[in-house]
């Protein structure tokens, strides 16, 4: 059974870097047919795609973060990272890292969840 699970700092300044990083047990990041996302809720808000990396390594990013959006892999830790620049208070969210799988089109396994809060 796959698991996953978020790292990263709880509080982030404005302006800086958010970076989180995903590690993943019981199952390879570059097994087909997984594919590997960022998923945010913000406060009060419903769920929010932030981007895909798929087995293969290629990226897909949501076009309204993409300019700010990077999400990485270390194949070798089998972990996958998600860094998003230039953050604002409206980047404050629950993040969560999950495998996707193309045959069910759907998410099938989720991390627990960091929440993580820009502000100064």
């Known amino acids: 059974q796959v698991q996953l699970q978020e790292s990263g700092p709880g509080l982030v300044n404005p302006s800086q870097t958010l970076s989180l990083t995903c590690t993943v047990s019981?199952?390879?990041?570059?097994?087909?047919?997984?594919?590997w996302s960022w998923i945010r809720q913000p406060p009060g808000k419903g769920l929010e795609r932030v981007g895909n990396i798929y087995s293969s390594g290629s990226t897909y990013y949501m076009p309204s973060l993409k300019s700010r959006t990077s999400i990485s892999r270390d194949t070798s830790k089998n972990q996958f990272t998600l860094q998003l620049s230039s953050v604002t208070p409206e980047d404050t969210a629950v993040y969560y890292c999950?495998?996707?799988?193309?045959?069910?089109?759907?998410?099938?396994?989720w991390g627990q969840g960091t929440s993580v809060t820009v502000s100064s």
């Open positions: 019981g199952g390879s990041i570059t097994t087909n047919p997984y594919y």
């Open positions: 999950a495998r996707g799988d193309h045959n069910k089109r759907a998410w099938d396994s």
